[in-house]
């Protein structure tokens, strides 16, 4: 089971990884693990296991380019996120790292700390309690690159860009 | 007929394009800063093998968000991103005290009209201050465009944000630029484009305040045709009557008042009378959104022969060493020294808290910066509001939030 990480609307990559805590600052980049969420939610890294989601209100990740915020997100293991709308660079520095993005308005549907089953293929997540939810099934070419791992693994596989006709 | 972003993607993926398609185009020119050049240049060899970038004359490099160096660490890393310019044979770096990528690149000449422009920036959308398509990414984006020479997007919509009339005293480009924020919201132009009409009385860096303050509400580009400029491009885009927009929003400028975006989004914006006596502790005025030489001179114009007021620090870094060159060759730089300011190195500063000017917890800054969210310049327990150069030159006279039409033309200061 996964454990849903409920957020509000408007989380911004300043509250994902402060610009203090970027790999830029840091003299061993790995520590960048320990620092999502550092002050907006200082019990998220420390909880937080492999396969988790985060379920956050609209416009999540707006701000900054940094990719270093959805490698933190990465680095822990977060298995999906899922928001009724992401800010655009955030979008495809996640879709980049292979992190699934799913569009979706789960704020009312999910509590902070249900524990769910998320099966990324069909889109299907089944609560504790054994309600089922049905998460809108992405575009191909998002697909595509997450099953490639990431766009790098996916340009060096197809030698092309996502929706280009190849 | 086309949008300004339809004309510049159809240049640049060699087909008529619209809003909606999904293009690959070719890129004119790519912007890597400090702060994320060690990770691109990690991918760009390590991920996707390539040993150059694909054309060095079409990279600029600029060491600007934490210049000088705060630390062994960024020192070392500055170290190992200029060897890496050299190797791959880079005539373009713009290194410590040059000032910020986006005025830099334009100063420089090196972003056009109708170019497509990729920075490792967010607030790359400045680009659009001439005329081009410019937009930020990610690292992995980056270190991608840097072995390719291409990149993938969407064409997007485009929102309208037309301005008519004219500046009253005392209210501007940031003013506006708020104002937008307030009525699109931080989301309200995601996926889209911003163009801004009705503004071509404007200069060149005072479009860029506009331009970089599209990524707050969420655009991937905000472009201000380059009407009245005199600068040549590979495409000169203009407005098209007939062009097709997703919306168009009405800003009268002669009724705007002086705009304040308070703690902690940027679109929560008011009216500066409507919010009550706010004291600051600090006044800082830089970033590519307003620490350009004409917001150093509206500040200036505002401090001439006067003191800030007892317990209020004022500082001052100018976007580019070329503003600064200016301030100091016209008395600009003198007045805002004699008035008690301090003068920062060109660069990034204090806008993403890792030097020059980080708060204190319980700290309120008035900053002309773009990002106003907890934690951003430093201490999550500060306060930001982020507001034109005019207001934070009155508020540092008076020591709270003051309506420049309220300490201008002699009126007497009463401070805190």
Redesign the interface.
């Known amino acids: 089971m996964a454990r849903v990480w409920l957020f509000g609307p408007?989380i911004?990559t300043?509250?994902i990884v402060?610009?203090?805590y970027?790999?830029?600052?840091?003299?061993d980049e790995s520590e960048l693990r320990r620092y999502p969420f550092i002050?907006?939610r200082p019990d998220f890294a420390p909880n937080v296991r492999p396969g988790d989601i985060i379920v956050a209100g609209?416009?999540f990740g707006?701000?900054?380019?940094?990719?270093?915020a959805?490698l933190a997100l990465r680095m822990v293991g977060i298995g999906a996120i899922i928001a009724p709308?992401f800010?655009?660079?955030f979008f495809?520095?996640a879709l980049?790292?292979g992190i699934p993005c799913f569009t979706a308005d789960l704020t009312h549907e999910l509590a902070d700390g249900d524990e769910v089953e998320l099966d990324l293929e069909s889109g299907r997540i089944t609560t504790s309690t054994g309600r089922v939810i049905h998460l809108p099934p992405p575009p191909l070419?998002l697909r595509e690159v997450w099953a490639a791992g990431?766009?790098?693994p996916f340009?060096?596989q197809y030698g092309?860009?996502?929706?280009?006709v190849a | 007929m086309p949008t300004m972003s339809e004309q510049i993607l159809s240049r640049v993926a060699g087909r008529p394009v619209r809003a909606g398609d999904?293009?690959?185009a070719n890129v004119d020119l790519v912007m890597v800063h400090?702060?994320?050049a060690?990770?691109i240049i990690r991918?760009l060899h390590q991920?996707?093998?390539a040993e150059r970038v694909w054309d060095p004359q079409r990279v600029a490099v600029v060491i600007d968000?934490?210049a000088p160096a705060a630390?062994v660490?960024?020192a070392e890393?500055q170290q190992e991103v200029r060897r890496w310019v050299r190797a791959q044979g880079i005539p373009n770096l713009f290194d410590v005290g040059r000032g910020i990528s986006h005025p830099v690149l334009v100063e420089e000449g090196l972003a056009q009209p109708g170019m497509l422009i990729l920075?490792?920036?967010?607030h790359?959308t400045a680009y659009g201050c001439v005329g081009a398509f410019g937009t930020?990414?990610?690292?992995?984006?980056i270190a991608?465009a840097l072995a390719t020479g291409?990149?993938?997007l969407?064409v997007p919509e485009t929102i309208v944000v037309r301005a008519r009339g004219t500046f009253g005293f005392g209210v501007g480009p940031k003013d506006l630029a708020l104002r937008a924020a307030r009525l699109l919201r931080?989301?309200g132009a995601?996926?889209a484009a911003i163009e801004w009409h009705g503004v071509e009385q404007l200069s060149v860096m005072e479009r860029m305040t506009l331009a970089t303050l599209s990524i707050e509400m969420?655009a991937?580009a905000g472009i201000v045709p380059p009407t009245g400029l005199d600068l040549s491009g590979p495409l000169v885009p203009t407005v098209d009557a007939d062009a097709q927009y997703q919306e168009v929003v009405e800003i009268d400028l002669s009724q705007l008042e002086p705009q304040v975006s308070a703690p902690h989004?940027v679109d929560n914006v008011v009216d500066l009378s409507d919010l009550g006596r706010v004291a600051v502790d600090v006044v800082y005025l830089g970033t590519c959104t307003n620490g350009h030489y004409e917001d150093m001179a509206v500040a200036a114009q505002i401090l001439a022969g006067r003191r800030l007021a007892p317990g209020v620090r004022m500082i001052v870094v100018p976007a580019s060493a070329q503003a600064l060159q200016r301030a100091a060759a016209d008395g600009t730089l003198a007045t805002l020294l004699a008035a008690g300011a301090t003068i920062g190195t060109p660069g990034c500063g204090a806008c993403?808290?890792?030097h020059m000017g980080v708060l204190a917890p319980g700290e309120v800054c008035l900053f002309t910066g773009n990002?106003n969210?907890?934690?951003?310049m430093?201490s999550?327990e500060a306060q930001i509001y982020l507001a034109s150069p005019a207001v934070a030159a009155a508020t540092a006279l008076t020591g709270y939030l003051t309506d420049p039409r309220a300490v201008m033309d002699g009126q007497p200061v009463e401070s805190r």
Request: proline share 6%; glycine share 12%; net charge positive.
């Open positions: 408007d911004n300043d509250q402060p610009g203090r970027a790999p830029y600052m840091l003299k002050e907006h609209k416009n707006c701000g900054s380019s940094r990719e270093y959805p709308l800010a655009r660079i495809r520095n980049n790292l070419f990431g766009i790098v340009y060096r092309r860009f996502p929706g280009e | 999904v293009v690959t400090d702060s994320l060690p990770s991918i991920e996707l093998g968000h934490v630390s660490q960024t890393k920075g490792s920036d967010s790359s930020g990414m990610g690292s992995t984006d991608l291409k990149t993938w969407r931080a989301d995601t996926y969420g991937k989004y993403i808290g890792r990002r969210f907890r934690g951003r430093g999550p």
